[in-house]
């Protein structure tokens, strides 16, 4: 078929940039492993300070709740882009969720309620970017940031008049904060076992929320879907070259609308997640949401489009993001400026290794069915 036709046209370009993830990922384990040889034989020198915090529970539970709508997002702007629909909105669509699940969670007592809803309402607003970008044939970039600025402005808009304020209050408490859940007779062994600090990131996984369980289920799916069903290479198909799905009788349009609305599914959790973890929506500024978004198409971007990769590449952000306040009480002699700008350095680092991602044939491009390209 023409899609591996183009696979194998783009063969040394991907090649390249496995090489390059893997010498990332290689160069991450071993300073890793350098740093916990070095801080052991000098523990009173800075590094030495550094891989004790990192042997702590903390900085690796704050990775992984950080990680949770970023990766979310990202799973799903994999299977918009894959299909040749480049959804720049998912910033919009955790907005929206975000602000979505506290208010129904909270007129509602149900936090099951608030989830399916902040789902619901990301997807009809996935659903608006679609028709206007696959009906319409809109500008995609410019679609998804007119998502992301009605998001922006409606969410802390709604919560002003709801609440009185952008940054929202429980009118009857009924959305507590779900955070530490942890497996039933696994968490409670390594709680017990907790005296050992080398034992930390094991907790951190062992006795995380039920949003961290969440995403790698949604992670597993999301692979599985995209590389073991016809639905998934019909998505890789219709975003290589859309005219051969076309051809085999498969409905593109219908293929890109199901991935659209499938980027909202995902977003939503991800919106609802991330609002979930402190029990509110904060609608100051640039929201709570805060450019998870686009991190998340960074993410994706750099895991090539592999949702494993893109939890991985998340893992990386918001660790350097996780320990930043341990390291600033640390006293370990940086300026606080300076560590808050790691995660971004990490990112335009990891950027300027990996090089040019091949982004799908055909994303970006309008199609109607019959016509000749």
């Not at 801080?39 to 990680?67: E, H, I, K, N």
């Not at 970008?133 to 802390?156: H, N, S, V």
């Not at 349009?253 to 980027?263: C, D, G, I």
Request: some cysteine; proline content about 5%; glycine content about 12%.
């Amino acid at each position: 078929m023409s899609e591996a036709t183009a696979d194998a046209g783009s063969g040394e370009s991907t090649l390249g940039n496995t090489d390059g993830r893997l010498l990332i990922a290689g160069g991450v384990v071993g300073a890793f492993a350098l740093l916990f040889v070095v801080g052991t034989l000098f523990p009173d020198s800075t590094v030495g300070t550094l891989s004790y915090l990192l042997l702590q529970p903390g900085p690796w539970s704050s990775m992984l709740t950080l990680a949770v709508p970023i990766t979310l997002a990202a799973v799903g702007g994999i299977f918009a882009e894959k299909s040749g629909v480049i959804n720049i909105g998912l910033e919009g669509l955790l907005i929206i969720s975000a602000f979505t699940a506290i208010f129904a969670a909270d007129t509602t007592g149900s936090l099951w309620v608030g989830f399916g809803a902040a789902i619901l309402a990301s997807v009809l607003l996935a659903l608006v970017f679609a028709v206007v970008c696959i009906e319409f044939r809109a500008d995609q970039i410019i679609a998804g940031l007119a998502i992301w600025l009605i998001a922006l402005g409606f969410a802390p808009f709604a919560a002003r008049i709801v609440y009185g304020s952008p940054n929202t209050v429980s009118l009857t408490n009924s959305v507590p904060a779900v955070r530490h859940a942890g497996i039933p007779v696994v968490s409670p062994v390594f709680q017990t076992l907790s005296t050992t600090n080398a034992l930390g990131p094991a907790q951190a996984l062992f006795r995380a929320s039920p949003s961290v369980y969440l995403m790698f289920g949604v992670v597993a799916l999301g692979w599985y879907l995209l590389n073991r069903t016809n639905f998934g290479m019909w998505v890789r198909a219709s975003g290589e070259n859309p005219k051969a799905l076309d051809t085999s009788g498969v409905n593109v349009h219908r293929v890109r609308y199901a991935a659209v609305l499938l980027s909202g599914v995902f977003a939503g959790m991800g919106g609802a997640a991330l609002s979930y973890n402190i029990g509110q929506f904060t609608g100051s500024g640039q929201t709570m949401v805060n450019g998870k978004g686009f991190i998340a198409i960074v993410a994706y971007l750099f895991g090539n489009y592999n949702p494993v990769g893109a939890m991985l590449s998340t893992f990386l952000f918001t660790l350097l993001e996780a320990i930043q306040n341990p390291l600033q009480t640390a006293g370990i002699g940086v300026p606080s400026d300076l560590i808050g700008t790691l995660p971004y350095i990490g990112v335009i680092v990891v950027l300027a290794l990996v090089g040019r991602t091949r982004i799908p044939e055909a994303a970006g491009d309008h199609y109607e069915t019959g016509e000749d390209r």
